[in-house]
């Protein structure tokens, strides 16, 4: 007999990912899920206090796009106009039924105590929002996710906040563990994907790579040896040393279109879990090397928890509704980082399969979601045909195309507006050197968004990189980047390129600009909030930058105190180097996390951020919900620190 823990037999590895609640409004919802089938869906609605409404079938296959990715595993978006508004700021209970399946037959814990069906409330004036990036599965911490889900298990609905931003590196598809991977192999064996031809690559297919030569812990290994192919290995595949943040390494960089469609699903569901053994004692692949043998070992005792964890995952994406946007790792580390870099990744058929089939993955199981009409039909159609059959030249036209697609960036028409910028893909190229950083957003790009900033009072931004950051850590960047190396501490930040910080400063101060800007950021492993008031002959709009990493990631512990501290006494407001640093007149008051020690302003501690906003669009509270049970409260503080 089933019991209300325990899938119906049938249907229990029928839905692999999802459903995902993304943009929602009173007069349109749009879901995304992936199944290991081909289904019907039905679909019904149950408002509080109003009778339930079916949805038309007929209705339901116009609104509903197909992709079918092999012979078990097709995705869906559902994007719903509706012939009535939702009623706003109540409960509204759905049952999206798939092959005459409820959610109860294949997620019967996808529910929160006391709901008969998942559900959702529609909240349009942005009172509070979760936000947060950075969720790394083998990072040994727990999960952000989970916090999320804690939250809204002990609110009631009408408290919820109005959506989840994850605002960069959802996946790591440039750092996987060593049994993530194993698995992610696993599973594309059940799945039965179409077999993938990988150009001028050490191996000849995907079937080849998955199952008979995986390059474990050494992917780096499989670009081709030539000067060109060098320069790809150094600066596009293999990682790169950094010594001054971090020592990760790519050396399993997912490189098929089918791996990297695998770990969505594994990092978002547990469904894909449930038939595989790769995290049981003893399980190892052959050929490992003793000190891979030991890694292995380390981040199989990281991913248990993480995996028993995906349910609570599961369910907030089923009740909240959920914006994305890429930054590095969904694609791979530091990219479009310098022209130079550029021209290593993109001259090279390889590698930018390789980037390519990571924005595919990213198009199909996060961007697509977002806003749905800025995807031409011609294009969709491209994409469902390359999924089909992978590996030919329409494949490497397409990566051509998305790695070159104009509207990544969206809105949401919530109240203050949702802005959602792509700072990845229109870098504006250093005119100095090939070497330098590249700026975050190009003239064009800039003076795009300051035309559809004009017509709003008040603006929650999203910028994936902080816009303004820690001075003593871009200083640092900026010493890498004289000396020749930008590659070596990631030097994003907005502030790298003088043409790009120029222009956002100018943007500030146009006459028609916003009065208020909460920028939402994450990227850097570490949470923090800043205060910030331009000075001029007349005031500028006020500023907050409010930075929430990682879900799952941290920043080394131990080097973040000693820039904290020091980044506070090198450049405190009656410091030399912090008067003949400054740019602009500008006045920075940091935020203290709540029992943070004196100097303290850098909160190391994985989690995701709850922001509370007045009806004017400005943050009232401010707190990160950490993976340890704490939540932390930023604080407004009198110091002030003047650059920029």
């Known amino acids: 007999m089933q019991t209300p823990e325990t899938p119906n037999s049938d249907a229990a590895d029928l839905v692999l990912a999802g459903p995902i609640l993304r943009r929602l409004t009173s007069r349109r919802l749009t879901f995304w899920l992936a199944t290991s089938q081909k289904v019907g869906l039905d679909l019904t609605l149950y408002p509080d206090g109003q009778p339930e409404i079916i ?28 012939d009535k508004p939702l009623p706003e700021n109540t409960w509204v209970g759905y049952d999206l039924r798939l092959n005459d399946f409820s959610w109860s037959d294949w997620a019967p814990d996808l529910v929160y105590p006391g709901k008969d069906n998942p559900g959702f409330v529609l909240k349009p004036q942005l009172e509070k929002l979760l936000h947060g990036s950075c969720r790394k599965p083998h990072h040994d911490s727990g ?16 408290d919820w906040p109005s959506l989840l931003m994850l605002s960069g590196d959802q996946i790591y598809a440039d750092d996987v563990g060593g049994p993530l991977l194993v ?30 030569q995986p390059y474990y812990y050494h992917r780096e290994d499989l670009l081709p040896k030539s000067r060109a192919g060098k320069q790809a290995l150094s600066q596009v595949f293999g990682g790169v040393q950094k010594p001054i943040f971090t020592a990760d390494q790519a050396h399993n960089h997912l490189v098929t279109l089918g791996e990297v469609l695998a770990m969505y699903l594994l990092v978002w569901s547990p469904t894909g879990w449930q038939t595989l053994a790769t995290l049981d004692d003893g399980q190892q692949p052959e050929g490992l090397t003793p000190a891979q043998a030991s890694t292995y070992q380390q981040e199989q005792a990281i991913l248990r928890p993480f995996v ?23 694609i791979t580390d530091d990219w479009n980082l310098t022209a130079s870099w550029e021209e290593a990744a993109y001259g090279q058929a390889f590698s930018q399969r390789i980037l390519g089939n990571a924005l595919l993955g990213y198009w199909i199981c996060q961007g697509w979601g977002n806003a749905p009409e800025k995807f031409p039909d011609d294009l969709q159609g491209a994409i469902a045909q390359v999924v089909r059959q992978p590996g030919g030249k329409d494949h490497d036209e397409l990566a051509y195309q998305l790695l070159r697609f104009p509207s990544w960036h969206y809105h949401w028409p919530t109240e203050p507006v949702l802005l959602v910028l792509d700072t990845r893909t229109h870098r504006w190229r250093s005119e100095v050197s090939p070497d330098k950083p ?35 850590i871009e200083g640092v960047q900026r010493l890498f980047t004289w000396v020749g190396h930008p590659l070596m501490v990631d030097a994003e930040n907005w502030m790298a390129h003088p043409g790009s910080a120029y222009a956002l400063m100018n943007l500030f101060r146009h006459p028609r600009t916003p009065q208020s800007f909460v920028i939402l950021s ?23 930058q409010i930075t ?40 920075i008051i940091p935020r203290k996390p709540e029992q943070a020690d004196s100097g303290e302003r850098l909160l190391n501690a994985a989690g995701i951020g709850l922001v509370e906003l007045n009806a004017q669009g400005q943050p009232e509270e401010v707190i990160q919900l950490c993976v340890d049970g704490r939540n932390i409260h930023f604080y407004p503080q009198q110091e002030a620190t003047r650059w920029e």
């Open 438 to 472: 590249s700026g975050l957003m190009d003239w064009e790009a800039l003076t795009d968004l300051q035309h559809e900033l004009l017509e709003h009072q008040a603006v929650v931004l999203v910028s994936p990189a902080p816009m303004f950051g820690v001075k003593l």
């Open 522 to 544: 994450g990227d850097v492993h570490y949470s923090f909030m800043y205060d910030i008031e331009l000075r001029g002959h007349q005031r500028g709009p006020d500023i907050w």
């Open 183 to 212: 698995a992610i192999h696993q599973l594309l064996e059940q799945l039965q994907l179409p077999e993938e031809a990988l150009p001028d690559a050490g191996i000849s297919s995907s079937r080849q790579l998955h199952q008979e």
């Open 143 to 158: 999960d952000g996710l989970w916090r999320a889900d804690q939250l809204l298990e002990e609110t009631s609905p009408e």
């Open 55 to 82: 949805i038309n079938a007929e209705r339901l296959r116009a609104a509903t796009r197909e992709i079918s990715a092999g012979q078990k595993l097709f995705f869906y978006l559902l994007d719903l106009p509706l």
């Open 308 to 330: 028993e964890g995906l349910p609570r995952v599961r369910r907030v994406l089923a009740h909240l509704p959920v914006a994305m946007i890429f930054d590095d790792h969904d």
């Open 548 to 587: 929430s990493s990682g879900i799952k990631n941290e920043f080394p512990a131990r080097l973040l105190d000693w820039f904290d501290r020091l980044n506070r006494w090198l450049y405190s407001p009656r410091s030399p180097l912090n008067w003949f640093t400054k740019r602009r007149q500008m006045k």
